[in-house]
């Protein structure tokens, strides 16, 4: 330990100013990068941002789950401020089905406007400190019996009611009015024909109706601006936001912008409700909502956004001011961001932050606590003062909008892709009430931890010195720095910048990386020029990549081994004998086509023996599915020879078939020979076997023969046929041995009708049931009669009859030399 410390102090002394240097530079590389957004690197910080809260707030995995349980991180506490009357898919079926319920408010949507009127009254009986809509009222209901019910209600409640509005384009424009907080706003002024005093009132023409029209359309929007505007100070060079433009897109290009202004409400209710707020959407570019601005303006006035009206009236607050990292309702003071913006906290699921209750349980008590019969009235609800169940909302403020499918309100936010668009402004009301907004870290705070991050990046790389680190920490920064950020950002509710730090700690990890392998350059090139000439060239970059270097001491590693070689390569080679040249040829094609098709699934080429081919899979670079890699690159190789032999065929040269032996297990590997030339090979019994396993091909008339410790491995993805109990010459334990055929889902139907019948005769012959077994290799061949291993099994079958095996017979095949 005493050393290693030494070394690390060894290496930071020698590389401290460059350390320092590429810091900087990776930095400022990230500083600029984000400024600029280049491959738009915010979407990254979006990402990382949203990723972060999730982990935390809404953890997955178990250690996640168990810090939160014991520390309390990122807890979804619901809110016991703020309550939300559902227009749910409850309130639709119910309402649909319940005739009285149906007769006052309308089968389905858009509901009678007296709904709203019967809510509003329960709420207050029920102690509510206020409603707010998540709704507009722009047009005017075919209802005038609801509206006028809604408006009634609305001037004769105490509690503050605050309703929505939106804006559009070519709409008229609101004119510019003196804001104030009074609310409401009282009656419009009325525009009549005058009659002279005596006379009796005319109709008016259609030119005096037309005037009295406009001048209506005139105070309505007056009454608007006045409804919606209010009294804000803005300090320290703040200014409002302008609402949003409608963009034109022209063949998918943005075109011309359109202003949007204000729609005017209805006037009933413009004179008797206690407020509006905007209501905007607010969306990131990917259409989540995770930020909000409090204030709107069309150029001539201030419209509050709709939860901070509804903070200011609920308070009764006297003054609204804004200045960078700080809003003022009233006397209440709220931390924000310093362009007068501010990051939602949600803190959870809707269902899980805010309580929410049905509308129709809601306005079918109000109903029947109000029914003319006071005798039908429920026992617990005579009137509503005493009702028992309006409790739910005693000082509460009530958040009331749409959740059912049919509303169309779904919105994105940083924890749930659809979630109601209520969530917002629930959320807001509570953050305002609990001053729990998100902030934004300076951006200088952000440069410097990013400075931080990348002197880590340097200092790990420069003083480790490990291949992992110099991979690893890049992919770690990237795939994980959000949990690093994520903590910080839920515990503190401060969003420092995670893309910007993670660039600058990938980028110096990079630059460290570089500057460090410019010293071993020299070092990967010996290394390269030592084993490209026995190894494949792609394994040998890898090895220098690695930096791993193949044992001369070798090690025992499970690997498998391969081996194959021509099928009657001697009759081959003498048709040829007296033609070298076209011998030669015709060899380094067959081995450049077998070649291929091993070392594309990772085989390292041990050696060719004259028209053999001894390949290693699994090693040296090590490979998890190595007796997988291993079969595919045998069946490949059939395939490949297939295709070959037809070119042979069309050039008169013989047949070429290939036989193979392919068998895993514990084997010595390394380096066999000198440092000046090396032979990195697999000794041991198991690739002994792997060579006698091609060689019995011949006696099985097979061409792809496995063992046991391949097969174990790859049954599942493989079809294949156990073939014998074979023993090496030499040794005592038998193996069993089996024939690849096909990758799995890939054979005949016939040859698996053959496996099987197969399979029971090799079960009758090592039960001495010689007349059974043949019988089933008598079908067997009926389907194939070119079926080699049951051709075998059945001539040793005959024999037996005539000749019985001793009684100590096991059924062991013995493979010679």
């Known amino acids: 330990m005493k050393r290693a410390l030494e070394m690390i102090r060894l290496r930071l002394g020698r590389n401290f100013l460059i350390m320092l240097v590429l810091s900087v530079v990776a930095t400022g590389f ?46 979804v506490v619901r809110s016991e401020d703020v309550v939300i009357v559902a227009l749910d898919d409850n309130t639709m079926q119910v309402i649909s089905e319940d005739p009285v319920l149906r007769d006052r408010y309308n089968a ?32 005017a209901s075919t209802d005038g019996m609801g509206e006028k019910a809604f408006g009634d209600a609305l001037d004769t409640v105490k509690m503050p009611v605050i309703l929505g509005f939106n804006e559009s384009i070519n709409v008229a424009p609101l004119p510019k009015v003196e804001p104030t907080l009074k609310r409401p706003i009282g009656p419009m002024p009325t525009f009549q024909k005058e009659t002279p005093e005596g006379e009796f009132p005319e109709e008016p023409t259609k030119e005096e109706l037309e005037q009295i029209t406009a001048k209506l359309a005139l105070a309505r929007l007056e009454w608007a601006a006045k409804a919606y505007s209010a009294p804000v100070e803005f300090k320290g060079g703040l200014e409002s936001a302008t609402f949003p433009p409608f963009v034109e897109t022209v063949e998918g290009a943005p075109g011309k912008e359109y202003p949007r202004t204000p729609l005017a409400a209805v006037p009933r209710f413009l004179e008797t409700a206690d407020g509006f707020g905007a209501v905007i959407g607010e969306e990131d570019e990917d259409g989540k909502l995770r930020r909000t601005s409090f204030f709107y303006s069309d150029g001539q006035n201030v419209y509050p956004t709709l939860p901070v009206l509804a903070l200011s009236q609920i308070d009764r607050a006297e003054s609204i001011s804004i200045e960078p990292g700080a809003l003022t309702i009233g006397k209440r003071k709220v931390r924000i961001n310093q362009d007068g913006t501010a990051e939602i906290h949600y803190g959870g699921k809707l269902d899980d932050r805010f309580k929410q209750i049905s509308l129709v349980a809601v306005v079918r008590r109000f109903v029947l606590c109000t029914l003319d019969d006071v005798s039908k009235r429920p026992d617990d609800c005579k009137d509503l003062a005493n009702d028992k169940q309006n409790t739910l909302f005693k000082d509460k403020i009530v958040v009331v909008g749409g959740v059912a499918v049919g509303t169309g309100d779904s919105k994105a936010t940083p924890l749930e892709q659809a979630t109601p668009g209520l969530v917002k402004q629930a959320a807001t009301i509570d953050n305002l009430l609990h001053d729990q907004f998100i902030i934004a870290a300076p951006f200088w705070a952000s440069l410097l931890f990013s400075f931080f991050v990348a002197l880590f990046s340097v200092m790990l790389v420069l003083v480790v010195r490990n291949t992992f680190v110099d991979i690893g920490w890049p992919v770690l920064l990237y795939v994980g720095f959000f949990m690093v950020t994520g903590s910080f950002l839920v515990g503190t509710r401060i969003h420092v910048l995670s893309a910007m730090p993670g660039l600058a700690g990938t980028v110096a990890s990079i630059l460290a990386t570089t500057w460090e392998r410019l010293f071993a350059r020299k070092e990967r090139e010996r290394m390269k020029e ?24 070798g090690e025992n590693m499970v690997v498998t081994a391969f081996f194959s070689d021509i099928k009657g390569f001697s009759t081959f080679s003498e048709k040829l004998k007296e033609e070298p040249k076209r011998l030669m040829n015709v060899m380094n094609r067959y081995l450049s086509t077998v070649t291929p098709e091993l070392t594309q699934h990772g085989a390292c080429i041990d050696k060719y023996i004259g028209d053999a081919v001894v390949a290693l899979f699994g090693a040296p670079v090590p490979h998890d599915d190595h007796p997988l890699r291993a079969c595919k690159g045998a069946l490949d190789v059939q395939k490949a020879i297939a295709k070959l032999r037809e070119t042979f065929r069309a050039e008169g040269l013989p047949d070429v078939y290939t036989r193979v032996g392919i068998n895993t297990g514990t084997m010595m590997v390394g380096n066999i020979g000198s440092e000046q030339l090396l032979d990195y090979t697999a000794i041991g019994d198991e690739m002994n076997l792997a060579a006698r396993l091609e060689g019995a091909n011949k006696n099985y008339g097979t061409l792809i023969m496995m063992g046991q410790g391949t097969y174990e491995a790859v049954k599942e993805q493989v079809e294949a046929r156990e073939l014998d109990l074979i023993r090496v010459a030499g040794k005592q334990n038998a193996s069993r041995v089996y024939e690849l055929l096909a990758m799995r889902g890939e054979l005949h139907h016939d040859k698996m009708k053959v496996v099987d019948l197969y399979g029971q005769a090799l079960l009758a012959y090592r039960a001495r049931r010689f007349a059974d077994a043949k019988a089933k290799l008598g079908a067997a061949l ?16 005959a024999e037996y009859e005539v000749h019985p095996p001793p009684e100590n017979w096991d059924g062991v095949s013995t493979l010679e030399k």
């Not at 509901?111 to 722009?138: C, S």
């Open 30 to 75: 990230a500083g600029v990068w984000w400024e600029f957004d280049v491959m738009e690197i915010s979407d990254d910080e979006r990402g990382a941002y949203d990723d972060g809260l999730k982990a935390f707030t809404l953890p997955k995995r178990a250690v996640l789950q168990f810090l939160q349980e014991k520390t309390g991180l990122g807890k």
């Open 530 to 553: 030592l084993f490209q000439n026995y190894m494949e060239a792609d394994l040998v970059d890898m090895m220098v990549e690695q930096k791993k270097l193949p044992s001369l001491e």
């Open 108 to 139: 389905s949507l858009p509901y009678r406007r007296i709904i709203w009127a019967d809510l509003i009254q329960y709420l207050e009986a029920g102690g509510a400190k206020g409603a707010v809509f998540d709704m507009v009222f722009n047009e």
């Open 782 to 797: 009926q389907v194939d009669e070119s079926d080699g291993p049951s051709r075998r099994l059945l001539a040793l079958c």
